[in-house]
């Protein structure tokens, strides 16, 4: 059956009355760009299968061509939320299959675009679930560059490519960043450092600037992981993207030995402390360093 396009070439929404997002922005020069609040897509990466690529339909806009699954965001709604929210709509992308890594943003003052780039963490079969899909396939990175890609995203996969081997770490000194907060922490060192994980867990789900860690893109959502050491142990565990280290004996010790293990794996890593003995022990090992006033600043 053959899907004639509307007149307006506006994708068209499978359930529920139209959102107010969902309508075209007019550049000063006369160029539209689709959604008034902005609009985002889902870069879903499968360490086996590749990028889950859509085959836009001929009556869309730049029709014919290969993309990601994206769309309108809703008033209001984060760039990760209608990435995710339309990959559901377009392509069945299941509630938890992904873990978003970076963010990367086209901003154009009056128009802006936002690439979630996200691991697979439940390998999922994709569903065409709109009339916006012709086909919807994995496809191996080395591949991508060989379909018709829809312009916009040709241009943004250039920058992209390089950053998908790109996976950062943190390790916090817990003890020293602690030790930098004079709120009775010495009274209950278990209590405060559990206050650290908390604020760190907050921080690690809305993301780090990548011009932080020496990145390039918008906002990265790296691996964190806390070292406690001392009556410290007894802290309470960490959430998703955070792990507590319980060092049995060192702290300095398992903190050199996880960012090691990280640079061995070919992380991009950094290790938060004000210490310099320890600043200069992982950096040796081939870690940045952040000062505890950073974490500081950003939590507190």
Same mark, same amino acid.
């Given at each position: 059956m053959t899907i004639e396009p509307p007149?307006?070439?506006?994708?068209?929404?499978?359930?529920?009355?139209?959102?107010?997002?969902?309508?075209?922005?007019? =550049?000063?020069?006369?160029?539209?760009? *689709?959604? $008034?609040?902005g609009a985002a897509g889902l870069l879903a990466l499968d360490p086996h299968r590749g990028v889950l690529?859509?085959?836009?339909?001929? *009556? @869309?806009?730049?029709g014919d061509t290969w993309a990601l699954p994206g769309g309108a965001r809703h008033e209001g709604e984060s760039a990760v939320d209608g990435a995710v929210r339309e990959a559901q709509e377009e392509a069945g992308v299941p509630d938890a299959a992904t873990r978003t890594r970076f963010l990367s943003t086209l901003d154009l003052g009056y128009w802006s675009y936002t690439t979630v780039v996200a691991d697979v963490v439940r390998p999922f079969e994709p569903v065409i679930a709109d009339p916006e899909s012709r086909a919807l396939e994995w496809v191996a990175v080395d591949e991508v560059d060989s379909k018709p890609?829809?312009?916009?995203? /040709?241009? @943004? *996969?250039?920058?992209?490519?390089?950053?998908?081997?790109?996976?950062? =770490?943190?390790?916090?000194?817990? /003890?020293?960043?602690?030790?930098?907060?004079?709120?009775? *922490?010495?009274?209950?060192? /278990?209590?405060?450092?559990?206050?650290?994980?908390?604020?760190?867990?907050?921080?690690?789900?809305?993301?780090?600037?990548g011009s932080v860690l020496g990145l390039g893109t918008d906002q990265w959502f790296a691996e964190w992981v806390v070292v406690v050491e001392g009556q410290a142990r007894g802290a309470?565990?960490?959430?998703?993207?955070?792990? $507590?280290?319980? /060092? #049995? %004996?060192?702290?300095?010790? %398992?903190?050199?030995? %996880? =960012? @090691?293990?990280?640079?061995? #794996?070919?992380?991009?890593?950094?290790?938060?402390? @004000?210490?310099?003995?320890? %600043?200069?022990?992982?950096?040796?090992?081939?870690?940045?360093?952040?000062?505890?006033?950073?974490?500081?600043?950003?939590?507190w």
């Open positions: 007149a307006s070439e506006e994708p068209r929404r499978p359930h529920g009355p139209r959102d107010p997002g969902d309508a075209w922005v007019v =550049a000063p020069t006369g160029e539209r760009y *689709w959604g $008034v609040f690529l859509q085959h836009r339909v001929s *009556w @869309s806009h730049f890609l829809h312009p916009g995203f /040709a241009d @943004s *996969w250039k920058q992209l490519r390089p950053l998908l081997c790109v996976r950062p =770490a943190i390790v916090v000194d817990g /003890a020293n960043v602690v030790g930098s907060v004079p709120d009775g *922490w010495w009274k209950d060192r /278990a209590g405060a450092a559990s206050r650290l994980i908390r604020k760190v867990s907050a921080l690690a789900a809305s993301g780090v600037p309470s565990d960490g959430t998703a993207g955070v792990a $507590v280290v319980r /060092a #049995e %004996a060192s702290g300095d010790d %398992a903190i050199v030995g %996880a =960012a @090691s293990r990280f640079v061995g #794996e070919g992380r991009t890593v950094t290790v938060v402390t @004000s210490d310099r003995g320890l %600043a200069a022990r992982v950096t040796d090992a081939g870690a940045a360093v952040l000062g505890a006033r950073w974490l500081l600043e950003q939590v």
